[in-house]
């Protein structure tokens, strides 16, 4: 089968996984869905729960009244329950009859034929579905944001603190106010630090333009000084970024932007997220990402289309360009960096097309929904200066004309087995699906502390045993991956949960809370496709005996995760893995 049937199979799966993720979302619609806040204040346009209502949900779940139920909670036809209710992190679906005042913290309330509240009904993270001839009588509020909360040993809930980022940390910033012009002039850091850059330092003012009724305006400008010295006059001595966007409609949902910018760009997203891998490279003198800068202008277009699904288009034009590994400063170590590798120089015109679905209840710790976000990209050129790389890596490539595509998803399912486990599963797949070879800016690698952390950093990068490259560059077309967990509660008690002001700001400081039991399986393969020695033929997978397995358990409290993984393939030894956030 020739390349472009195989892209063409490849793509008809993948839309197939994004529409059984929407149609998963969409099948919660009832015949009447209330939406009554949907022109509500700034506050709700903006994506946040108001101050007001998020102290109303505290109030509502911590009377000593309440009858208090954590997870999803179905009362069945013939039940009669007295109130108040609240459930917290989970939906409650109502077919007997309820009489009291009924609050539902990131979920819904669904109410089923024949069914009845009696009472006040408030729904936060969620909607209020009420079948043919169900009746709510009484107040109904629904806001379709999260409550930000976390529930404490003692059953009752709390604001949730979040655990700093690198950028939070060091930046400060002053906003002006004048008539319908917010203006905010800040200094900050691009929220990481790596081989390349240094720690970025990032300023400028931010104009935005509000109050109209379908139309919001933002421009940002803004200086990037890279603090790590460049030698070798490889790299520009500065970045910038400026962006001019609009947002149109009553709730904002199409956006309409540009960009004009000078960056320093990751060539794989994974491992470990920014802020993870930014605390590796300052701490241990460990990059687990590599870089190149672009340089042009951007142009694109976003729409919500409700429900949690977003679709959008770009199209940009870069030129991109290898960067040397610099020398900047680790806390822990002063060895000699690895290597930053190079890639296929030139100029890019890359357009995208993406699709997300977001139906989680919470964001940051979710226990339902899903979360899919994936991408297919054209990228040409007429300039290419590519890499001589080994046969078994990619054929011959003549410099000049260049032409490939290739797509990535990523998809989450959350769900709750019982009140105290909860299961997750997580898989990524994507790479090259027709015209020339990727450029090595846009090619994978799998092995590291992240999606299969029992493989060490770039164990599985497709680099033959010919190629002697300390840079130890990420070179493979296609990957597959799953992940599989399950976790429960704990009720361990924390030494640092205690009174003393500087332990409560270091917990708050890393986000600590109550640890998770965590038990994980991962299983991968990333490869070179096509056909010829070592090769999988467009058309095809690997077969299975050749995929990479792990099996493990840890703790994961919040903003602190220790980890252990066993491989099954390879004989490798156990691997211990520090996390600074949740697996996925």
Same mark, same amino acid.
């Given at each position: 089968?020739?390349?472009?049937?195989?892209?063409?199979?490849?793509?008809?799966?993948?839309?197939?996984?994004?529409?059984?993720?929407?149609?998963?979302?969409?099948?919660?619609?009832?015949?009447?869905?209330?939406?009554?806040?949907?022109?509500?204040?700034?506050?709700?346009?903006?994506?946040?729960?108001?101050?007001?209502?998020?102290?109303?949900?505290?109030?509502?779940?911590?009377?000593?009244?309440?009858?208090?139920?954590?997870?999803?909670?179905?009362?069945?036809?013939?039940?009669?329950?007295?109130?108040?209710?609240?459930?917290?992190?989970?939906?409650?679906?109502?077919?007997?009859?309820?009489?009291?005042?009924?609050?539902?913290?990131?979920?819904?309330?669904?109410?089923?034929?024949?069914?009845?509240?009696?009472?006040?009904?408030?729904?936060?993270?969620?909607?209020?579905?009420?079948?043919?001839?169900?009746?709510?009588?009484?107040?109904?509020?629904?806001?379709?944001?999260?409550?930000?909360?976390?529930?404490?040993?003692?059953?009752?809930?709390?604001?949730?603190?979040?655990?700093?980022?690198?950028?939070?940390?060091?930046?400060?910033?002053?906003?002006?106010?004048?008539?319908?012009?917010?203006?905010?002039?800040?200094?900050?850091?691009?929220?990481?630090?790596?081989?390349?850059?240094?720690?970025?330092?990032?300023?400028?003012?931010?104009?935005?333009?509000?109050?109209?009724?379908?139309?919001?305006?933002?421009?940002?400008?803004?200086?990037?000084?890279?603090?790590?010295?460049?030698?070798?006059?490889?790299?520009?001595?500065?970045?910038?970024?400026?962006?001019?966007?609009?947002?149109?409609?009553?709730?904002?949902?199409?956006?309409?932007?540009?960009?004009?910018?000078?960056?320093?760009?990751?060539?794989?997203?994974?491992?470990?997220?920014?802020?993870?891998?930014?605390?590796?490279?300052?701490?241990?003198?460990?990059?687990?990402?590599?870089?190149?800068?672009?340089?042009?202008?951007?142009?694109?277009?976003?729409?919500?289309?409700?429900?949690?699904?977003?679709?959008?288009?770009?199209?940009?034009?870069?030129?991109?360009?290898?960067?040397?590994?610099?020398?900047?400063?680790?806390?822990?170590?002063?060895?000699?960096?690895?290597?930053?590798? /190079?890639?296929?120089?030139?100029?890019?015109?890359?357009?995208?097309?993406?699709?997300?679905?977001?139906?989680?209840?919470?964001?940051?710790?979710?226990?339902?929904?899903?979360?899919?976000?994936?991408?297919?990209?054209?990228?040409?050129?007429?300039?290419?200066?590519? @890499?001589?790389?080994?046969?078994?890596?990619?054929?011959?490539?003549?410099?000049?004309?260049?032409?490939?595509?290739?797509?990535?998803?990523?998809?989450?399912?959350?769900?709750?087995?019982?009140?105290?486990?909860?299961?997750?599963?997580?898989?990524?797949?994507?790479?090259?699906?027709?015209?020339?070879?990727?450029?090595?800016?846009?090619?994978?690698?799998?092995?590291?502390?992240?999606?299969?952390?029992?493989?060490?950093?770039?164990?599985?990068?497709?680099?033959?045993?010919?190629?002697?490259?300390?840079?130890?560059?990420?070179?493979?077309?296609?990957?597959?991956?799953?992940? /599989?967990?399950?976790?429960?509660?704990?009720?361990?008690? @924390?030494?640092?949960?205690?009174?003393?002001?500087?332990?409560?700001?270091?917990?708050?400081?890393?986000?600590?809370?109550?640890?998770?039991?965590?038990?994980?399986?991962?299983?991968?393969?990333?490869?070179?496709?096509?056909?010829?020695?070592?090769?999988?033929?467009?058309?095809?997978?690997?077969?299975?005996?050749?995929?990479?397995?792990?099996?493990?358990?840890?703790?994961?409290?919040?903003?602190?995760?220790?980890?252990?993984?066993?491989?099954?393939?390879?004989?490798?030894?156990?691997?211990?893995?520090?996390?600074?956030?949740?697996?996925?």
């Amino acid at each position: 089968m020739n390349r472009v049937t195989g892209a063409r199979r490849a793509a008809c799966l993948v839309a197939a996984l994004l529409l059984a993720g929407a149609a998963q979302a969409a099948a919660q619609d009832s015949v009447l869905t209330i939406r009554p806040e949907a022109r509500a204040s700034d506050s709700i346009l903006r994506g946040r729960l108001p101050p007001d209502v998020l102290q109303e949900v505290l109030r509502h779940f911590n009377d000593s009244s309440t009858t208090r139920i954590p997870g999803s909670f179905m009362l069945p036809a013939g039940s009669r329950l007295n109130g108040p209710l609240a459930v917290f992190r989970g939906s409650l679906r109502v077919a007997g009859v309820i009489i009291g005042r009924v609050t539902v913290i990131n979920g819904d309330l669904i109410i089923d034929p024949g069914a009845r509240i009696e009472g006040d009904a408030l729904v936060v993270g969620g909607t209020i579905i009420v079948g043919p001839g169900g009746f709510l009588i009484g107040t109904q509020r629904a806001y379709p944001m999260p409550a930000l909360l976390t529930r404490t040993g003692s059953g009752l809930l709390i604001v949730r603190e979040f655990p700093q980022t690198m950028g939070a940390l060091t930046s400060a910033r002053t906003t002006v106010t004048t008539g319908r012009f917010r203006s905010t002039l800040g200094i900050e850091t691009g929220g990481t630090y790596n081989r390349v850059e240094g720690l970025p330092i990032i300023f400028g003012p931010s104009v935005s333009r509000e109050g109209l009724q379908d139309v919001e305006a933002r421009l940002d400008l803004r200086g990037i000084v890279w603090t790590a010295p460049d030698r070798t006059d490889r790299r520009s001595n500065f970045g910038y970024l400026g962006r001019l966007e609009f947002r149109f409609g009553e709730r904002r949902r199409l956006t309409v932007g540009g960009t004009v910018h000078r960056v320093i760009s990751p060539i794989e997203e994974q491992p470990l997220s920014r802020t993870e891998a930014a605390w590796a490279a300052f701490g241990l003198q460990r990059d687990y990402r590599d870089f190149f800068q672009a340089e042009g202008v951007a142009g694109y277009l976003s729409y919500d289309l409700g429900r949690g699904l977003s679709a959008g288009t770009s199209l940009r034009r870069d030129a991109e360009r290898s960067v040397p590994a610099n020398d900047p400063i680790s806390m822990f170590r002063n060895g000699a960096w690895r290597p930053n590798p /190079l890639v296929d120089d030139g100029h890019y015109t890359t357009s995208r097309f993406h699709l997300d679905i977001d139906t989680r209840n919470d964001r940051d710790s979710p226990t339902s929904g899903w979360l899919v976000r994936a991408f297919w990209e054209h990228s040409t050129s007429r300039d290419a200066a590519p @890499l001589t790389l080994p046969n078994e890596v990619r054929d011959p490539i003549a410099p000049g004309r260049h032409s490939s595509s290739k797509i990535w998803v990523d998809a989450r399912r959350y769900a709750r087995l019982d009140p105290s486990v909860r299961a997750a599963l997580h898989v990524v797949a994507g790479g090259w699906v027709d015209g020339d070879p990727l450029p090595v800016q846009r090619r994978l690698s799998l092995g590291g502390p992240d999606i299969l952390p029992g493989y060490g950093f770039r164990s599985l990068n497709c680099a033959p045993a010919s190629l002697a490259d300390a840079a130890r560059p990420a070179l493979c077309d296609r990957l597959v991956a799953a992940q /599989l967990e399950v976790r429960t509660r704990t009720r361990i008690g @924390l030494p640092f949960a205690t009174p003393d002001p500087y332990v409560t700001a270091l917990q708050r400081l890393f986000g600590i809370r109550e640890p998770d039991i965590v038990i994980f399986g991962d299983l991968g393969k990333a490869w070179i496709s096509g056909q010829g020695p070592g090769r999988v033929p467009n058309d095809r997978l690997p077969a299975l005996n050749e995929w990479s397995a792990n099996v493990g358990f840890g703790f994961d409290a919040g903003g602190l995760g220790l980890y252990l993984a066993q491989p099954l393939t390879g004989g490798g030894p156990l691997l211990f893995t520090v996390r600074l956030q949740r697996r996925f």
